[in-house]
Each structure stands twice: as structure tokens, then as C-alpha cells.
T-cell receptor, first 114, second 117 residues
């Protein structure tokens, strides 16, 4: 079975400052890793994903995440946040084989302060 | 615009009521999911349908009854719920259920917020 641990439940950050949301995963087999974002009163949206290849993956709105196998981490970063980035961010994992069963972390609430 | 539509957005029901949540997608996806999300918790998988057949039931109590009438529709029938069942119920869809086919690309609806009195 796979699992993810998000180390911070809330992260306050000033607008235009950089941010890092931490995620560690646990699995005995190869996995796919994802970050989803949930804006207030909305469903979840896939932000970015790591499948294979380059360990640095990027989203269209300036976020990036780096897969680090030795540290079993998949931290999400953005060099300069905007008010509109205020949301809940979920790290997630699924296995390579069988059914697409996505397991979510507990979530990190990013609060951007003007 | 969300491509997965859930109705109703809010539902209040008593413990003896029978109600249903509905979900619709028109992306041609063949896998559809129900997740339950309680406050300050991650979404938890309840059921998965693949090609209109129930493929995964995560040991959900029988007071929750899923139904997939066709490839675009997914229902969740509710009966004799408990107050602890109050939560946001999220519907999602994906192209297929196979992990290797577009992994992680789940499309979520906005959810139905259920309150059980």
C-alpha cells in the first residue's frame, strides 16, 4: 500500500514571497505522485504529476515539484505566490499497476497574506 | 467550467429520510468515483464504477447505495444516515480505471455538501 504525509497543515505566506509545501511518500513499489488543489467550495483539480523521466515537473500557473527518490519526497514550490493561490493543496499517490486508486494526504492550507 | 456536474450542491436530511446525490459527466470517461471528504480531512474513496459495473467498494456501510444507470451518470442513494455521515461528497471521473492510462487524471465535481440531522 502507498501513503503520503504532508508535514504542514497550514502555511501562511506573504504575497510575492516564495513557498514550499512538503510531501513525503511511502511505498514498497514504484508510484505515481500528484499534487491536487482545492479552491474554496470547489472540487479538486490536478495541478501537476510525476510519472517518470525528469524529476522536476511544472504546472501552467508557476508551481513546480521535484521527485526525490532518495528522500522519498515530492515537495511543491512556487517562487512568488499570489492571493489567488490561497487554497488547500493535496499531495497524492497511486501505484503503477492495477486499478487507479489515488490516495490523498491530509492537505496543506496555503494562506497568502496581502 | 467544471465538466463533472453534481446535484444538489447542498442537502439537509433527517436520519429517516431517503435521498440521492447525482453526478453527470460528458467527457466519455468510463470510470466514475465517489469520494467522501470530512472537514479538514483528505478525500476518502468510497466506490468506483468501471464500464458501469461496480469495481471497488471500500467497505462502505450499506446505508450508502451507489448506482450507475449509464456511462454518463452516477448516483449515490442515501438511507438511514447518521449525523457522522455529514460531509462533502465528491464525484470524479477518469478515462479508465487502469493505473497506466492517464494516471492521476481524475476530474472532480464541486461536491454535494450533506448535513444529517
Amino acid at each position: 500500500a502507498q501513503s503520503v504525509t504532508q508535514l504542514d497543515s497550514q502555511v501562511p505566506v506573504f504575497e510575492e514571497a516564495p513557498v514550499e509545501l512538503r510531501c513525503n511518500y511511502s511505498s514498497s513499489v514504484s508510484v505515481y505522485l500528484f499534487w491536487y488543489v482545492q479552491y474554496p467550495n470547489q472540487g479538486l483539480q490536478l495541478l501537476l504529476k510525476y510519472l517518470s523521466g525528469s524529476t522536476l515537473v511544472e504546472s501552467i500557473n508557476g508551481f513546480e515539484a521535484e521527485f526525490n527518490k532518495s528522500q522519498t519526497s515530492f515537495h511543491l514550490r512556487k517562487p512568488s505566490v499570489h492571493i489567488s493561490d490561497t487554497a488547500e493543496y493535496f499531495c497524492a499517490v497511486s501505484g503503477f499497476w492495477g486499478y487507479q486508486k489515488v490516495t490523498f494526504g491530509i492537505g496543506t492550507k496555503l494562506q497568502v497574506i496581502p | 467550467d467544471t465538466e463533472v456536474t453534481q446535484t444538489p450542491k447542498h442537502l439537509v436530511m433527517g436520519m429517516t429520510n431517503k435521498k440521492s446525490l447525482k453526478c453527470e459527466q460528458h467527457m466519455g470517461h468510463r470510470a466514475m468515483y465517489w469520494y467522501k471528504q470530512k472537514a479538514k480531512k483528505p478525500p476518502e474513496l468510497m466506490f468506483v464504477y468501471s464500464y458501469e459495473k461496480l469495481s471497488i467498494n471500500e467497505s462502505v456501510p450499506s446505508r450508502f447505495s451507489p448506482e450507475c444507470p449509464n456511462s454518463s451518470l452516477l448516483n449515490l442513494h442515501l438511507h438511514a444516515l447518521q449525523p457522522e455521515d455529514s460531509a462533502l461528497y465528491l464525484c470524479a471521473s477518469s478515462q479508465t480505471l487502469l493505473a497506466t492510462a492517464r494516471p492521476g487524471e481524475l476530474f472532480f465535481g464541486e461536491g454535494s455538501r450533506l448535513t444529517v440531522l
